[in-house]
């Protein structure tokens, strides 16, 4: 059992968290204050669904005839909900957040990716009502925050913003527990065409 679960603890660590050159899901995540969450959230959602995996479908790889072959096409099927789900994830990911510059350091150019909200607050709406009568054009977040001088409070309210992070963290979670699902129960089809004897 501890062999077991080092590893399944190696493969998430790996996959979900990083590896020794520095690669891992949640380095493409570029929001600061998401990154603590998404890690907590990657180990813990991706030990639960591999060991899962290899608890309910190593028995059935075994025992149950023909259920090799279909294994395969669930595989598939795995790994295109994978890839799916990255690209949902990255299309939200893109419209909820924005970058706003770096008030904790001294070079002007730099700049810090933050969540936005899922709405605008009352005042940012009728500020953006002015201007579109006004210009004829909608104002871009863009325009908003630094017309607001950059006070993420007067554009998105807090609960907004809650939402918004809540919505992401769930759709990381998703993209997780399907690139886990694939590599466990991949792994598990490996080792159970590697235990059939030679013909």
């Known amino acids: 059992m501890f062999e077991f679960l080092k590893e399944r603890i190696s493969i998430i660590c790996a996959l979900a968290i990083g590896t020794a050159g520095g ?104 500020y953006a009502d002015r201007q579109l009568k006004k210009n004829h054009q909608y104002p871009t977040d863009d325009l908003l925050l630094n017309d607001f001088g950059y006070d993420l409070s007067m554009v998105w309210s807090n609960d907004s913003r809650s939402y918004a992070r809540l919505l992401l963290l769930v759709l990381y979670t998703l993209v997780i527990a399907l690139l886990v699902a694939a590599v466990s129960f991949g792994a598990e089809i490996i080792l159970r065409y590697q235990s059939e004897p030679a013909p």
């Not at 600061?32 to 907590?40: H, Q, S, Y």
């Not at 790994?79 to 706003?100: A, K």
């Not at 001294?106 to 899922?118: A, F, I, N, R």
Request: hydrophobic fraction near 50%; charge should be positive.
């Open 23 to 126: 690669w891992s899901m949640t380095t493409l995540i570029t929001a600061p204050e998401l990154k603590p969450r998404l890690v907590t959230i990657s180990f813990a959602v991706a030990l639960v669904v591999s060991i899962l995996v290899s608890v309910f479908f190593r028995k059935k790889l075994r025992t149950v005839p023909g259920y090799l072959s279909k294994s395969l096409r669930q595989l598939t099927w795995l790994l295109m909900g994978f890839v799916l789900s990255v690209c949902l994830f990255f299309i939200v990911y893109d419209r909820l957040t924005i970058d706003t510059p770096s008030f904790e350091s001294m070079q002007k150019t730099d700049t810090v990716v933050v969540v936005k909200g899922l709405y605008h607050t009352d005042r940012a709406n009728a």
